[in-house]
């Protein structure tokens, strides 16, 4: 069975500082990993997915997340953070059917 | 351009009416899927959709029920609505191919008094 962990329901940053939003998984299988940004009274949009080959993925609005097989994890990072990047993020992930497996979710503040 | 629409993008209804929500998607795939979300829930599955006539229950399918009789609908239908029903309804889509993501209509707020 899929699992996704996303470890704090809330972060909060200062403007201009790292974001580092986590996820963890567990799969029997290689999976495929996504991560989504959902802003207030919006529908999810895609940020970036790790399908194969290079390990460092990246996305849009400067994002970036490293699958780590070892660790079992796809964290989120972004340099710095701006206020526009506040919103719900959630990781998901999809393994060999076309189901998809979505963590809780984190709300990202930033603080000016 | 392509798009994953939903209506009504909000309702209010009656405990034991019954609901339809619709989606519609002008992407032509195949797989279609229908989410709930509430706070520290996530999005949740209720039924999905690999093709026409294809429908197949998710993680919270009681009280719901999906038809799919073409490529570009699949309308999510409330059989008697109950308050624990109230949430937000996400519909999506995807291509077959594993790898490929999913694309997410704007959602319709369904609240049961």
């Known amino acids: 069975a899929q699992s996704v962990t996303q470890l704090g329901s809330h972060v909060s940053v200062s403007e201009g500082a790292l974001v580092l939003l986590r996820c963890n998984y567990s799969?029997?299988?290689?999976?495929?990993l996504f991560w989504y940004v959902q802003y207030p009274n919006q529908g999810l949009q895609l940020l970036l997915k790790?399908?194969?080959?290079?390990?460092l993925v990246k996305g849009i609005n400067g994002f970036e997340a490293e699958f780590k097989k070892s660790e079992t994890s796809f964290h989120l990072t972004k340099p710095s953070a701006h206020m526009s990047d506040a919103a719900e993020y959630f990781c998901?992930?999809?393994?060999?059917?076309?189901?998809?497996?979505f963590g809780t979710g984190t709300s990202l503040t930033v603080i000016p | 351009d392509a798009e994953i629409t939903q209506s009504p993008r909000h309702k209010i209804t009656e405990t034991g009416r019954q609901v339809t929500l619709a989606c519609h998607q002008t992407?032509?795939?195949?797989?279609m899927f229908w989410y709930r979300q509430d706070l520290g829930h996530g999005l949740r599955l209720i039924h999905y959709?690999?093709?026409?006539?294809?429908?197949n229950k998710g993680e919270v399918s009681d009280g719901y029920s999906v038809s799919r009789s073409n490529t570009e609908d699949l309308p999510l239908t409330l059989e008697s609505a109950a308050s624990s029903q109230t949430s937000v309804y996400f519909c999506?889509?995807?291509?077959?191919?594993?790898?490929?993501?999913?694309?997410f209509g704007p959602g319709t707020r369904l609240t049961v008094l």
């Open positions: 992407w032509n795939h195949n797989n």
């Open positions: 959709s690999y093709g026409v006539q294809d429908t």
């Open positions: 799969s029997s299988v290689p999976p495929y």
């Open positions: 999506a889509s995807s291509r077959g191919a594993e790898h490929n993501e999913q694309f």
């Open positions: 790790y399908t194969t080959g290079a390990t």
């Open positions: 998901a992930v999809r393994n060999t059917g076309n189901q998809f497996y």
